[in-house]
C-alpha cells in the first residue's frame, strides 16, 4: 500500500482539540503531570496525521513507522486540575529524513500555556533503522505558520557516568510498550523527571529531551543527574536518551 499523492482542504489548517485534566494526569500540588500533557500531544498529533492519511496505522502498512526523535517543551505554567485547555498542533516538512510537529496549549482566557515542538524519524520496522520519509508526505503542502519554537540544531551530549551527582535505578515493563513495540515516549519524560527534587519540577520552565535507542520491557535503566543535564542508560551503559531543563 502506498499513501495518495493528494491535498486534503484540511492539510495547511491548525489542529485543535479541547480537553479537562482529570485526577489521574494531576500532580500533588493539582498541577497537570508533564509526562500526562505529552500523552495529550501524542494523541491530537495521531489523530491529526490519521485525518490526513498519515498515522502509524497509515504508515505501518508500508511496514515503516513514525519515531519520536526530540522533544523540546517551553512551559509559562502547566494547566491545573479540572482546567479546560485548547491543544493546537500543525505539522511540517524538515527535510527527507525529519519531520516537525509544533503544539501549543491555551487556557480558556486565552492564554499561551506551553509551547512545544518535536523532531520525528521514519524506521524500517524490520531493519529498525531510519529511512526516508514517503515521497507523498514529501510532497504535501502543510501550514507555513512559524514553529511553535524555533528548530536547534544544537546537540545535547553525554557525559561521563563518573561524573554523574546523582543516579536512580528503573525498569523498563510490557505496559510501557506501545504500537511499534518499543517503550513509548511519554514513559521516558517520567523517568527523567523523577530524578529532580519536587521544589525543580514545580519551578520547570524548559525541557529537551533526545531519544537516541530504542527500549524493549524488562530492561533495567539507570538515570544519571549532572548539574541540568540527565542521561538514561542501559546496564550496557548504552545512552538510550538525553535531557536538559531549566
Do not use: C
Not at 504508515?59 to 517543551?73: K, T
Amino acid at each position: 500500500m502506498t499513501l495518495e499523492n493528494t491535498t486534503p482542504p484540511d492539510s495547511t489548517h491548525i489542529h485543535s482539540e479541547l480537553f479537562t485534566v482529570r485526577a489521574s494526569e494531576s500532580a500533588p500540588d493539582e498541577g497537570m503531570h508533564l509526562s500526562a500533557l505529552t500523552r495529550l500531544f501524542q494523541e491530537v498529533a495521531g489523530n491529526n496525521a490519521k485525518a490526513l492519511s498519515f498515522d502509524i496505522t497509515d504508515l505501518h502498512a508500508q511496514n515503516i513507522s513514525w519515531v519520536l526523535h526530540r522533544l523540546q517543551i517551553q512551559i509559562e505554567r502547566l494547566p491545573k486540575w479540572r482546567e479546560t485547555i485548547e491543544l493546537r498542533t500543525w505539522p511540517a516538512l524538515g527535510d527527507g529524513l525529519k519531520a516537525y510537529r509544533n503544539y501549543e496549549v491555551w487556557d480558556t482566557r486565552g492564554n499561551l500555556l506551553v509551547r512545544s515542538i518535536s523532531y520525528w524519524m521514519v524506521i524500517d520496522l524490520d531493519s529498525r533503522r531510519p529511512t526516508r520519509i514517503p515521497e507523498a508526505i514529501l510532497a504535501r503542502r502543510f501550514s507555513d505558520r512559524p514553529h511553535a519554537l524555533e528548530p536547534t540544531r544544537d546537540r545535547l551530549r553525554a557525559f561521563d557516568s563518573s561524573e554523574a551527582e546523582q543516579e536512580l535505578s528503573m525498569q523498563s515493563y510490557t505496559y510501557h510498550l506501545d504500537m511499534n513495540k518499543h517503550v513509548n515516549n511519554t514513559h521516558y519524560v517520567d523517568w527523567m523527571l523523577e530524578i529532580l527534587e519536587p521544589s525543580e519540577r514545580l519551578k520547570l520552565r524548559w525541557f529537551d529531551l533526545v531519544f537516541l535507542n530504542e527500549l524493549g520491557a524488562q530492561e533495567a535503566l539507570r538515570i544519571q543527574r549532572m548539574e541540568n543535564r540527565l542521561q538514561l542508560l542501559n546496564t550496557e551503559s548504552d545512552v538510550i536518551a538525553l535531557a536538559n531543563w531549566s
